[in-house]
């Protein structure tokens, strides 16, 4: 890493699934990649191989560990234009059976990581006008079932993206969010059922899941120059289903 003029994009949860298509896509574009997360095994194996990238293990939810990633940034020889908060656990189940550990456990990953991360870098990235994305969901745009503790965080999450952006627009610094849609990956793959997959078919205009590299576009467009006059917006990559309030199976034009 010897090129001062490469700007460096921090991903978290960059080991797989959003994270580590929006780690290639960001090398693709030249960018180099800081790689974060709690996986060390499956972020050395997503990091062996590629070039321009920095992999560090840590948990985004831990102040000290965040401390650690922001000195092992910090040592790198250009600037951090863009940080990108993916890190992510999904934990589905009624009220009834979340319990207080499992409500911390999805409040620490989706909503404190997000808040740590982002003072943690902030001065970085106001000397470079940087750019921050966080990655909430659908399910913090609308309410469900078995998403007490999800769906709040991403609705936290949420907000916390437009404080951002109101607050570290002082500073020049960007704050989006991308609110991806059912995406095939692993954490989708651990909680959607046949069933759900089935009834995500019918909700969603555009008929299918998203794919990972469609949602790593969204979050590449908003670290980019092309957005530069874009903060504190919550964009949508979902197949249309968040424009669907009553777009009921049976009045499709094709049923
Ligand atoms: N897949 C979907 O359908 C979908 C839909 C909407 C939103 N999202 C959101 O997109 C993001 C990425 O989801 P994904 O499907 O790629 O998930 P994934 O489970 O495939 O990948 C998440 C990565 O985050 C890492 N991670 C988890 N906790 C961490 C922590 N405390 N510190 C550092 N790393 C940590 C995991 O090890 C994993 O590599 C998440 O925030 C998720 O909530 C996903």
Not at 230 to 237: D, F, H, K, S
């Amino acid at each position: 890493m010897t090129d001062k003029t490469q700007k460096t994009a921090l991903v978290t949860g960059a080991a797989r699934g959003i994270g580590l298509a929006t780690a290639h896509l960001f090398l693709d574009r030249g960018w180099r990649v800081a790689m974060v997360d709690i996986d060390g095994a499956e972020l050395g194996r997503a990091a062996s191989g590629l070039t321009d990238v920095l992999a560090i293990t840590a948990d985004v939810s831990d102040p000290e560990q965040v401390a650690g990633i922001r000195q092992k940034v910090s040592e790198l020889d250009s600037s951090l234009a863009a940080l990108v908060n993916n890190a992510g656990v999904a934990d589905f189940g009624p009220i009834a059976e979340t319990t207080f550990d499992r409500w911390r456990r999805v409040m620490a990953t989706n909503l404190d990581g997000p808040f740590l991360m982002t003072q943690a870098f902030t001065e970085a990235l106001a000397k470079a006008r940087g750019a921050v994305v966080n990655i909430t969901s659908i399910s913090g745009v609308r309410a469900s079932t078995l998403r007490v503790a999800y769906g709040t965080s991403k609705a936290a999450l949420a907000h916390l993206t437009l404080q951002q952006a109101v607050e570290l627009g002082e500073l020049g610094v960007r704050v989006n969010a991308v609110a991806p849609g059912p995406v095939d990956t692993k954490l989708a793959m651990a909680v959607h059922t046949a069933d759900i997959r089935a009834a995500y078919h019918d909700a969603i205009p555009l008929n299918r899941y998203g794919q990972e590299a469609e949602i790593a576009n969204a979050i590449v467009f908003l670290c980019s120059a092309e957005a530069s006059y874009v903060t504190g917006q919550i964009l949508a990559a979902d197949g249309g289903f968040s424009a669907a309030g009553v777009g009921l199976p049976s009045l499709r034009l094709s049923d």
